[in-house]
């Protein structure tokens, strides 16, 4: 009985609205889908939402699996709060994120002033999205890590430095590899994340159709302006991208742990 239960929820509120998109998208046939996703605007806003979250989940990558390392293994004061404060992204409003952003690097902002002095445009341009969708997609890399970190413990990592290993050595071949399915499951979310980032980016980017428009503000540009058909074709790409990216995941773990 739970069983279908759990069947019957997630088709209600997750397969039934794809199924819906998927139908909307093609019920006038291929010709109006390929039409609005070769649109020169559409395309801008993919290559945009794209360059975004290529430098976005490096960034929040590389910051996870440090921040993990330093609050599974280091002790020091203030680690609770640092740990607490991993998670504000997933408390706050991507609104309120937009706004705080705006705040600081707006004309009259702390950083906007100065910034705008020496030429430099962070609100309203490419910057100001970078740092909406790094702040929106922070936490999801060390969500993975501290869990499995702390399972593995660390007597091969003492080990290894006991024979000598220097802190890379030992990360690189042995903590490295004990956690790899975690960064990956962690990098898989923050770039689902970063794809589908919305509110915050709406904020800071202005929304300038072929300059700051993403893919997600895209969607909501068509669907004000009456075309269905572009709306509902470019968000059943993000939600194909996500979904094709989860299963892939899904299948080739299993041959890894074999392995």
Same mark, same amino acid.
């Given at each position: 009985?739970?069983?279908?239960?759990?069947?019957?929820?997630?088709?209600?509120?997750?397969?039934?609205?794809?199924?819906?998109?998927?139908?909307?998208?093609?019920?006038?046939?291929?010709?109006?889908?390929?039409?609005?996703?070769?649109?020169?605007?559409?395309?801008?806003?993919?290559?945009?939402?794209?360059?975004?979250?290529?430098?976005?989940?490096?960034?929040?990558?590389?910051?996870?699996?440090?921040?993990?390392?330093?609050?599974?293994?280091?002790?020091?004061?203030?680690?609770?709060?640092?740990?607490?404060?991993?998670?504000?992204?997933?408390?706050?409003?991507?609104?309120?994120?937009?706004?705080?952003?705006?705040?600081?690097?707006?004309?009259?902002?702390?950083?906007?002033?100065?910034?705008?002095?020496?030429?430099?445009?962070?609100?309203?341009?490419?910057?100001?999205?970078?740092? *909406?969708?790094?702040?929106? &997609?922070?936490?999801? +890399?060390? @969500?993975?890590?501290?869990? %499995? $970190? !702390?399972?593995?413990?660390?007597?091969?990592?003492?080990?290894?430095?006991?024979?000598?290993?220097?802190?890379?050595?030992?990360?690189?071949?042995?903590?490295?590899?004990?956690?790899?399915?975690?960064?990956?499951?962690?990098?898989?979310?923050?770039?689902?994340?970063?794809?589908?980032?919305?509110? *915050?980016?709406?904020?800071? &980017?202005?929304?300038? +159709?072929? @300059?700051?428009?993403?893919? %997600? $503000? !895209?969607?909501?540009?068509?669907?004000?302006?009456?075309?269905?058909?572009?709306?509902?074709?470019?968000?059943?790409?993000?939600?194909?991208?996500?979904?094709?990216?989860?299963?892939?995941?899904?299948?080739?773990?299993?041959?890894?742990?074999?392995?």
């Amino acid at each position: 009985m739970p069983r279908f239960v759990a069947l019957a929820y997630l088709t209600a509120v997750l397969l039934a609205p794809l199924t819906m998109v998927f139908w909307r998208t093609f019920q006038h046939g291929l010709a109006p889908v390929w039409g609005a996703l070769s649109n020169p605007e559409t395309v801008h806003a993919f290559k945009l939402t794209l360059i975004v979250t290529a430098i976005a989940v490096p960034v929040n990558t590389i910051f996870g699996v440090a921040v993990s390392l330093l609050i599974v293994r280091k002790r020091f004061p203030g680690k609770g709060v640092l740990n607490a404060f991993i998670d504000l992204p997933l408390a706050l409003s991507p609104v309120v994120v937009g706004l705080s952003l705006y705040l600081l690097y707006g004309r009259n902002g702390w950083f906007g002033s100065w910034l705008l002095g020496h030429g430099i445009q962070v609100l309203f341009a490419w910057p100001a999205i970078v740092l *909406a969708t790094i702040f929106a &997609s922070v936490p999801f +890399v060390a @969500r993975e890590v501290i869990p %499995t $970190l !702390r399972e593995l413990g660390d007597e091969q990592e003492q080990a290894a430095s006991t024979l000598g290993a220097s802190g890379w050595q030992t990360f690189r071949r042995i903590t490295l590899p004990s956690i790899r399915w975690a960064v990956i499951y962690g990098v898989v979310l923050t770039t689902a994340r970063s794809l589908g980032e919305y509110g *915050a980016v709406a904020i800071v &980017s202005g929304r300038i +159709v072929g @300059r700051t428009e993403t893919a %997600t $503000l !895209r969607v909501d540009d068509s669907y004000q302006n009456f075309d269905l058909t572009g709306a509902y074709s470019i968000s059943l790409v993000l939600a194909a991208t996500a979904v094709v990216v989860l299963i892939l995941m899904t299948v080739l773990k299993p041959k890894e742990q074999m392995a």
